[in-house]
């Protein structure tokens, strides 16, 4: 068996440049994905990014970047870390964004963790999308688990 690899794809209708930097700078990321980070995305940076409504966070090890072309991080940093890349290819005046995970064990803790990552960085994408092309939060990072009925999800709107 070999190790699984998580993967997303997603065409995003804004130039690679634009794309790259929502990922990069906290300041974009957190419009879609994270509620906060500690800082931008450069090479050998290490930084946090928290999802504070569900009170949990990682540490990201940068390993590469090639501004508007790729980034290349070790996430979970401390613990157990994996690689994700992000790659963005210029089609046109549009971004085809791919996203790799890998680094996961081959048994089914691995397999489960994969799967789990796979889903994840679908959402991030379309959220991302809707962010970038619309200028929308549709809150998916945030409602992907409202159904664990969090409390400080309760009267925001």
């Known amino acids: 068996m070999t190790a699984p690899v998580a993967g997303a794809t997603m065409l995003i209708r804004r130039p690679a440049a634009e794309v790259f930097e929502a990922f990069a700078d906290p300041a974009g990321t957190s419009r879609f994905?994270?509620?906060r980070g500690s800082g931008r995305l450069e090479p050998g940076a290490r930084v946090r990014w928290d999802w504070e409504m569900y009170g949990v966070g990682t540490d990201v090890l940068v390993k590469a970047v090639e501004p508007?072309?790729?980034i290349l991080i070790d996430w979970d940093a401390a613990d157990d870390p994996t690689e994700v890349e992000w790659l963005f290819e210029a089609r046109g005046?549009?971004?085809?964004v791919t996203v790799e995970n890998r680094g996961f064990d081959?048994?089914?803790d691995g397999v489960a963790r994969a799967l789990d990552s796979t889903g994840g960085f679908?959402?991030?994408l379309a959220a991302a999308k809707f962010w970038l092309e619309h200028g929308i939060d549709p809150r998916i990072i945030e409602d992907a688990h409202a159904a664990e009925g969090r409390p400080d999800w309760e009267g925001r709107s």
Do not use: E, K, Q, S
């Open 33 to 35: 994905w994270f509620t």
């Open 68 to 70: 508007g072309r790729r």
């Open 122 to 124: 679908n959402l991030v």
């Open 93 to 96: 005046a549009d971004t085809f």
């Open 106 to 108: 081959d048994g089914p």
